[in-house]
């Protein structure tokens, strides 16, 4: 690997990696693992229709709910909507259902918010159509106000806090897949307005359930709104089903999970009329880069994700080898890793030393590779595949000169939305320049120095998002 001749240049070994990409997407999981199995809950059609209360029952199982598809004595939560309690009670006669006191009749903003939540939370006044408590006022009138009051949502991710807590998976899932197929077929356009869309809806605290709840939210175009339509209506879009079907699709997905393998490559292969890896590998005609060679050498072990265990082990190994050279060095751990993420495609580390020379920086990713590689051979662990008790896993170093550690610790740690947006309203907000070296404000022309992340958001008039909030 060349070393970059500016001193400042940050030195970032290991080529940039293309997601690894795993065939199946999480819209073909028919059956779902009930999490609370103490509840068991029947959803009402009066007033709700089929499509919806099928929409809700689905979003529910998936969500770890058990709900069952008919009226029996096992259910302990009846979830009405439109319905006052005195209407469910009326009904329940009508089936011949004799309601036991310890039956729950609420109202369905119980369940969105329990599925918001991720659990099922307190059963309140507001959600309960009957009251427990016999001695109060008769049964409270439905109440009519949306689950959550919407404040306004920024276009820009750096405006959002998103955590990994998603409570729109069933619609990101499907952007995800519409992404990818225009990623493929190189139309940024619509890539980035798939991306944009899946972003925005990670950042909500509740899940959309009817086109209402899309008023008022940002970065939804018409094409990906009727995406939203046919999923709240159907359960699923045709659209996504026909491209998790396409050939086309699936192989170039298959191509881009061998580590090196871009879009060109895939372009070629699929042209060449392959569509298995095998006939790939076996095609003595096809050239190989150093990078592709790995990656067909290590490709179940680099399509299985990295666990945090096995990044903290790698974490260590990396001190270890950094500290060898340069003692006081900072190493740490950036990308999805410290945005809270449990597992990753590959480990991002950044590190930055106090006091180090200019060439110290140059020298050190080589110096740590050529450790390792010693290492290697000293143990003899060679590539041979038979019985061999280690896993291959790829890691990102970067290092960088310590007065640009901030930027460069922001810059690292994604998501890649994330930075998409943070470096996009600093442009058009702010009439500044931000990259993971500097922040150059344009208006005043010089470099705003920063000591911290804090510092950089403050320079662009940010609230501060901590890295588990910048999962956009
Ligand atoms: N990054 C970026 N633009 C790129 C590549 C990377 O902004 N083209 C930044 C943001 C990423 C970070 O670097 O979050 C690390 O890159 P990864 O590809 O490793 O992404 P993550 O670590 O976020 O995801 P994963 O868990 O899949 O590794
Ligand atoms: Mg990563």
């Known amino acids: 690997m060349p070393l970059p001749t500016n001193p400042l240049q940050m030195v970032h070994l290991g080529p940039r990696k293309k997601r690894s990409r795993q065939m199946g997407a999480s819209m073909v999981c028919p059956s779902h693992d009930v999490k609370f199995q103490d509840l068991v809950l029947y959803i009402l059609e009066k007033k709700m229709g089929t499509t919806r209360r099928a929409f809700l029952m689905e ?11 008919e009226l029996s004595d096992s259910i302990t939560h009846i979830v009405a909507e439109n319905n006052s309690g005195s209407e469910v009670l009326e009904w329940l006669q009508g089936q011949n259902h ?30 309960q159509l009957v009251k427990r408590d016999y001695s109060a006022s008769p049964s409270p009138e439905l109440q009519k106000t949306p689950p959550l009051v919407i404040k306004k949502i920024s276009q820009y991710a750096c405006q959002r806090r998103t955590t990994l807590n998603n409570c729109n998976q069933i619609f990101t899932d499907a952007f995800d897949v519409l992404a990818e197929n225009y990623e493929f077929r190189e139309n940024e356009v619509f890539c980035l307005a798939f991306m944009r869309a899946a972003s925005v809806l990670k950042s909500l605290p509740f899940t959309i359930i009817s086109m209402k709840d899309t008023e008022g939210i940002p970065c939804l ?25 396409d050939e086309r699709y699936q192989s170039f997905k298959l191509f881009t999970s061998v580590f090196g393998v871009g879009l060109k490559t895939s372009e070629k292969w699929f042209r060449m009329g392959y569509r298995t890896l095998n006939k790939i590998k076996l095609d003595k005609t096809l050239k190989f880069t150093p990078m592709q060679k790995a990656g067909f050498l290590y490709y179940e072990d680099l399509v299985s994700c990295v666990t945090r265990e096995e990044a903290e082990a790698v974490g260590m190994l990396v001190k270890e080898a950094v500290w060898a050279f340069l003692p006081e060095a900072f190493v740490t751990m ?20 106090p006091g180090s020379r200019d060439e110290d920086e140059e020298q050190l990713l080589p110096k740590v590779i050529n450790l390792w590689e010693r290492k290697r051979v000293d143990s003899g662990k060679c590539s041979q595949q038979e019985g061999k008790t280690w896993k291959a896993i790829r890691v990102d170093l970067v290092m960088c000169p310590y007065e640009r550690r901030a930027f460069a610790l922001l810059g690292w740690t ?21 990259d993971n070296h500097a922040l150059y404000d344009k208006t005043k022309k010089i470099f705003l120095k920063a000591e911290s992340e804090e510092e950089i958001f403050a320079h662009l008039g940010l609230d501060y998002i901590e890295p588990w909030e910048r999962n956009a």
């Open 221 to 245: 175009e018409d094409k990906v709104k009727c995406i939203i339509e046919e999923i709240i209506e159907d359960g699923e879009s045709s659209e996504v089903k026909a491209v998790l079907n």
């Open 334 to 353: 950036t990308g999805g890793f410290r945005r809270g993420k449990k597992i990753g495609h590959d480990v991002d580390f950044l590190i930055t030393s």
């Open 59 to 69: 979003l529910a199982r998936r969500k770890g709910f058990r709900v069952e598809n």
């Open 414 to 434: 994604g998501s890649r939305q994330f930075e998409r947006d943070i470096r996009r309203y600093a442009t058009h907000e702010r009439k500044m320049i931000l």
């Open 98 to 127: 004799k309601a036991s006191s310890q039956l729950e009749l609420l109202d369905v903003s119980w369940l969105i918010e329990s599925m918001a939540a991720g659990t099922p939370v307190e059963m309140t006044g507001k959600h």
